[in-house]
């Protein structure tokens, strides 16, 4: 939740100015670099290709995922979109119920609470999302849900190696959409830097949560993943100084009661 908030904070931060395709393949790049660091610094084992197809299908619907909210940011109603494509977070929460049955009832009262919160963060100021918007915040929450999905299908492999996967696939999808579409262009180093920056972040975050469906359930891993919005909203406030509404807060403080009643087993 802090690695992955962080991140979108960051990439947010630095696409403002800048080429949004572009900056989402140098953050692949930097998620890739980092990811397959780590998977062979610790002599991970490299998994079965079955894994592996699940692993890079993963990434695939991840960086399309991610490529929406990201172009989305500079816009009016960017913020929201990328918050509520978090609801596509219930489609796999829904199949981790009906594998592993319903789970306790404080953990479905952080569910509930959750829910509410990531709602409530989202929530436009004035007025709603636009069409397209509204049409890029579905296609972000079936991304999620599909990524959700898809690395947990890839089975009980080592992390690294899952994320190793999955990024590889993404840089190879943005980086096609960059040399074709012309997205090639200069970028100052500091913002390549916060991009490289932000991209490690996200696999660090995608790395503990292939962890988190390994050894727990798949609806709590998606919940709690689910509320790093959380984490964006209150770095805006902090360094960009964005207002709050009264709702904006509620739904913050819900997110935050949320996560220990998830994690309650």
């Known amino acids: 939740m802090l690695a992955w908030g962080s991140s979108d904070f960051l990439g947010g931060f630095a696409s403002r100015r800048a080429n949004a395709f572009f900056l989402t393949a140098i953050s692949h790049v930097g998620g890739l670099g980092l990811a397959l660091t780590l998977a062979l610094g610790t002599h991970a084992v490299f998994p079965p290709m079955a894994s592996v197809r699940w692993a890079l299908l993963a990434g695939r619907v991840a960086e399309r995922h991610s490529r929406c909210f990201t172009a989305r940011w500079p816009r009016e109603d960017g913020a929201h979109c990328r918050s509520r494509g978090r609801g596509g977070g219930c489609i796999p929460a829904a199949v981790g119920i009906a594998v592993d049955g319903l789970p306790g009832a404080l953990a479905l009262a952080g569910f509930a609470l959750a829910a509410t919160g990531i709602w409530l963060i989202a929530r436009p100021e004035a007025g709603g999302l636009s069409t397209q918007g509204l049409a890029t915040a579905v296609i972000c929450g079936v991304g999620f849900a599909g990524f959700y999905i898809f690395i947990k299908q890839a089975g009980?492999?080592?992390?690294?190696?899952?994320?190793?996967?999955?990024?590889?696939?993404?840089?190879?999808?943005?980086?096609a959409i960059v040399l074709i579409g012309g997205h090639l262009e200069r970028m100052d180093a500091s913002r390549a830097g916060i991009g490289l920056v932000a991209g490690m972040l996200d696999i660090s975050g995608t790395i503990c949560f292939i962890r988190a469906t390994q050894t727990g359930r798949l609806?709590?891993?998606?919940?709690?993943?689910s509320l790093y919005p959380t984490v964006t909203v209150l770095l805006a406030r902090i360094f960009l100084r964005e207002h709050f509404t009264r709702w904006k807060l509620v739904g913050i403080l819900a997110a935050l009661v949320a996560v220990p009643l998830i994690a309650t087993r």
């Open 219 to 225: 609806d709590a891993a998606v919940m709690l993943t």
């Open 156 to 175: 009980n492999i080592s992390a690294f190696w899952g994320g190793t996967c999955s990024r590889f696939a993404a840089l190879v999808a943005v980086s």
